[in-house]
């Protein structure tokens, strides 16, 4: 059974800095792309940062120099490293595998984050 698990979430004061983890199981992570995405209130899900298999990055306009995807393959485990943090980084983010090989795509439960003074 495929799990994705987030976690590292929580209250933060603007400035601040989280590092969320999605650890995984299931999945051989080394054929997977990895993402972030984060969803605010009233709001679509929109992509934070993707790592691909081969560890190249790509990372939505808002929060480039801020936010840092990794993985470590043998951890099965993905961060998101965010700095800098604002209010409007307020959302529950999500991570998601998207195997390169076939269409298969996992979510998980995701993990609240809440940039406030």
């Known amino acids: 059974q495929v799990q994705l698990v987030e976690s590292g979430g929580g209250l933060v004061q603007p400035g601040g800095s989280l590092r969320l983890s999605c650890g995984t199981s299931g999945i051989m992570l080394s054929i997977y792309d990895m993402g972030w995405y984060r969803q605010a209130p009233g709001e679509q899900r929109e992509l934070v940062a993707v790592?691909?298999?081969?560890?190249?990055?790509m990372y939505a306009d808002s929060v480039k120099g801020r936010f840092t995807i990794s993985r470590d393959n043998a951890k099965k485990t993905v961060y998101l490293q965010m700095n800098s943090l604002k209010p409007e980084d307020t959302a529950v983010y999500y991570c998601?595998?998207?195997?390169?090989?076939?269409?298969?795509?996992?979510w998980g439960q995701g993990t609240q984050v809440t940039v406030s003074s």
């Open positions: 998601n595998a998207a195997s390169i090989i076939t269409t298969r795509r996992y």
């Open positions: 790592i691909r298999s081969g560890g190249s990055t």
